[in-house]
């Protein structure tokens, strides 16, 4: 069971057929109930696994309001407006950065792959476009792992808000290095002014990195946040916030 499935397909004929489609079964069942595949379970006990998922799957299909992620719906919107305030101000390749490492937390290497491949040069990466797909793709992700889950659902939801604080706190504390090594003279070892450095010819970015109103949008960014989440991170937050949620579709279905 150590083969892959490419190495099972590969290895089939007319002899083997049956004996392998049984394994490929088994396989692709493993890898769908999450099992580790060097687990001690058997054929049988994977089959009933797999048939006990299938009736919660059916179960969660007539309860849609267990399966609404209301909670993910809840951050989708905080973290747009996050974004949107970043965009806003030009700041699309931190978006992008941001969005980036969420997905790589989520393990979808993949789906960014995939998006960056769909670019043919770099710089056609750092667009509002490529921005929308990722986003897009975190939040298909974020709501097929939380599917019918509620325990789930919060943890994706409390983590991605770390996360993102951490990458934030992150970036604005970088900053503080960034700004000395850009007005550090390496030839001399001597510190340059602010002005000697906006005199000099850098790029746009560069120079905006050791501007004062690129701190505090970066500060700015942390207090909005915080701000946001607050509601998320404070005692006994996720069962209110669910109680309102099933308030208001209770007032709907009436």
């Known amino acids: 069971m150590n083969k892959t499935i490419r190495q099972m397909v590969d290895e089939l004929n007319a002899d083997n057929v049956e004996k392998i489609k049984l394994q490929l079964k088994t396989k692709i069942s493993i890898m769908q109930l999450g099992l580790e595949e060097d687990s001690d379970i058997t054929d049988e006990e994977v089959e009933r696994l797999t048939h006990l998922m299938k009736l919660r799957e059916e179960f969660l299909e007539e309860t ?36 980036t490492d969420l997905l790589k937390s989520m393990d979808a290497r993949a789906e960014l792959a995939k998006i960056m491949l769909l670019r043919k040069n770099y710089d056609e990466f750092d667009t509002r476009v490529s921005f929308y797909e990722l986003k897009n793709a975190f939040y298909r992700i974020m709501h097929k792992q939380a599917r019918g889950n509620l325990q789930r659902e919060v943890f994706l939801v ?86 309102e949620i099933f308030c208001e579709k209770e007032e709907q279905t009436d």
Not at 66 to 92: A, C, H, P, Q, W
Not at 180 to 201: A, H, R, W
Not at 218 to 225: C, D, E, P, S, V
């Open 64 to 99: 849609p309001e267990f399966t609404g992620n209301f909670l993910v719906g809840k951050f989708e919107k905080v973290f747009d407006e996050l974004t949107d305030s970043m965009i806003r101000l030009e700041y699309v390749e931190h978006a992008i950065s941001l969005v």
């Open 158 to 243: 409390t983590g991605c808000i770390h996360t993102i604080l951490f990458d934030l706190e992150e970036k604005s504390q970088e900053h503080g290095r960034g700004v000395i090594g850009c007005l550090t003279d390496y030839s001399t070892g001597e510190q340059k002014s602010v002005k000697q450095f906006e005199e000099e010819v850098h790029t746009p970015e560069l120079k905006r990195i050791v501007s004062k109103e690129y701190g505090m949008e970066l500060q700015r960014r942390i207090y909005m946040w915080k701000s946001l989440t607050l509601e998320f991170t404070s005692p006994y937050a996720m069962e209110k916030m669910y109680e």
